[in-house]
């Protein structure tokens, strides 16, 4: 019989075989994965996309994405507010702060397989030779070029291998090509992320569309990792700004992977115009709101759809703090019970663990008192006046955790403060993948 010392070598040797196997098959689709695939994605007149493999990082691959929005668009986004954020990120917030004072179409330029982040002067070289290049190819003003770059941190851009692609990116441009350049943002991501709607402002019909990019370094102070949405509807360029710093704070500043922010996290909304209705210029204007509230679907979708894809996750998970002193607080709260290594490795392990989610309340720092926490596993009663709950049993919060989709429910019985924030389990896997990141 072998003993303990060969068995553990044979179990590492099929480890690394299966790690093997896995990185030359490419990554296995997420079990959340959305299981109708890629929505087909109307097209948004105003805007066309382009994609191409250029090799920044990847063979054999798109990984270079360009859009090009019509002139008149109102533009408007949100970034990491990392300390080391890229220098497109820098970028694009420059542009969008004399965005009232730009004419002419807009661009957006994205690349995955280099995040052009912490690379010096080099960062910024290669930022003004890709909005040049796109610039002079579309015949806009370098600064109406909104650029992106995702992947490995501290590696200077290849950015020759871009711009020697932007005459065959201009060229291939067509309104039908959003699922392509959705895959060209793809790093870690198992699967593209797309989602859209329609909705009815007076007795015009609006689409929105979007797509987005992101599966680990997910604990975005913005938004999270790379997300475009275009729309044909007309509004005023600061109304839509202020609906999408809203509409953030609520859907992908509300998830976390791994509790890592990324240095460039970039969100990026474009409404061309040209749905043919008159233009929302109020906030008074009983469309705003309906706009909003489509706009906000569409936002949490894609929120979602990342933290489905979360790596190597296998549960989806809602963690829904009510009672708090504040909404600040409850948000507070609501993240430190998502990011909490232990209760997403007890997650992975469909282990009902509820002390684990009572000591990551107490770690918050925000206001909660012992005996008038209750906490519950999708209906059940876990625990409440300090104390498991005489109902509850092992069996039954058990059940629970061998759901694919878990609700963690708190209430802190202090005020009327509420939040919902969403997260998904930490297994093995998610060791492998980022161990394996940059071989």
Not at 345 to 359: H, K, L, S
């Amino acid at each position: 019989m072998a003993d303990k010392g060969e068995i553990a070598a044979r179990i590492a040797a099929l480890q690394a075989e299966i790690a093997a196997l896995e990185k030359q098959l490419g990554p296995q689709v997420s079990p959340l994965a959305p299981k109708g695939g890629f929505p087909a994605l109307p097209v948004i007149d105003g805007v066309r996309f382009a994609a191409v493999a250029a090799g920044v990082k990847y063979q054999g691959r798109l990984d270079v994405m360009l859009a090009e929005i019509c002139d008149g668009a109102a533009m408007a986004g949100v970034f990491t507010t990392s300390k080391t954020r890229s220098a497109p990120v820098l970028a694009c917030q420059e542009s969008l702060a004399t965005i009232g004072t730009a004419r002419g179409k807009f661009a957006i330029l994205v690349n995955s397989g280099n995040s052009n982040a912490f690379t010096g002067d080099a960062g910024w070289e290669g930022v003004h030779a890709t909005r040049n290049a796109v610039g002079a190819a579309l015949g806009i003003d370098a600064g109406n070029v909104f650029c992106a770059s995702t992947g490995v941190i501290g590696v200077p851009l290849p950015y020759a291998r871009i711009t020697a692609k932007i005459e065959e990116l201009v060229t291939a441009l067509s309104p039908a090509k959003a699922e392509e350049a959705a895959r060209a943002i793809m790093t870690t991501d198992t699967f593209a992320k797309g989602a859209t709607t329609t909705v009815k402002l007076g007795g015009d019909t609006v689409r929105i569309a979007g797509f987005a990019k992101g599966s680990g370094m997910i604990a975005p102070d913005m938004a999270t990792m790379l997300v475009y949405i275009f729309t044909d509807a007309a509004i005023s360029q600061p109304l839509l700004q202020g609906m999408v710093s809203r509409l953030n704070a609520r859907s992908f500043n509300a998830i976390t992977v791994d509790s890592d922010t990324s240095t460039s996290d970039s969100l990026v909304m474009a409404a061309t115009g040209k749905s043919g209705m008159a233009p929302i210029t109020e906030a008074s204007d009983p469309r705003a709101a309906e706009f909003e509230a489509a706009l906000g679907g569409i936002m949490r979708d894609l929120a979602h759809q990342v933290v489905r894809d979360g790596e190597g996750a296998t549960k989806f998970v809602e963690v829904n703090v009510t009672g708090a002193e504040s909404d600040a607080d409850a948000h507070t709260i609501g993240l430190a019970i998502a990011n909490s290594p232990l209760v997403k490795t007890a997650i992975a392990g469909e282990d009902p663990n509820w002390g684990r989610v009572v000591m990551a309340i107490g770690k918050s720092g925000a206001a909660a008192e012992r005996d008038k926490i209750t906490i519950r596993f999708g209906d059940i009663l876990v625990a409440e006046n300090g104390w498991v709950a005489p109902s509850y049993t092992e069996a039954d919060g058990a059940a629970v955790m061998k759901r694919d989709e878990i609700t963690i429910n708190v209430d802190l019985g202090l005020s009327a403060g509420a939040a919902t924030v969403w997260t998904c389990d930490l297994t093995h896997r998610y060791i492998t993948i980022n161990a394996d990141y940059r071989s």
